[in-house]
């Protein structure tokens, strides 16, 4: 099997490149191709560093809400998965009692 190698890019040069298809008259994919990125990665760098700065509070704010978020879908998932577990535990032991 071929393993691929997961390329990491440094906090700097997404902020760059941000900064560049941000500024740049030419779209975001063609950036993305000048620079060697994947275009949406560099769409996701794009949501996570240009969030307009009104206050510094309210950026630390909108940051626990997305990790808020995050965390509620993981467990919201876990419980899902939880209840069809004991949905066909109880269907597997009410079939063996009749």
């Known amino acids: 099997m071929t393993e691929k190698k997961v390329k990491t890019y440094t906090a700097e040069f997404k ?3 941000v900064k560049l298809a941000v ?3 030419q779209p975001v994919t063609e950036t993305a191709r000048d620079l060697g ?3 949406n990665t ?3 760098w794009i949501a996570k560093y240009h969030r307009p700065k009104a206050s510094g509070k309210s950026e630390k704010s909108d940051e626990h809400i997305y990790d808020e ?3 509620l879908r993981k467990e919201v998932a876990r ?3 939880e ?3 004991l949905k066909k535990a109880a269907a597997f ?3 063996e009692s009749l």
Request: aromatic share 4%.
């Open 69 to 71: 978020l995050k965390r």
């Open 79 to 81: 419980l899902k998965e």
């Open 93 to 95: 032991f009410a079939r």
């Open 42 to 44: 560099l769409h996701t």
């Open 83 to 85: 209840h069809s577990i």
């Open 15 to 17: 902020e760059s490149a």
């Open 37 to 39: 990125v994947n275009a």
């Open 23 to 25: 500024e740049s008259d």
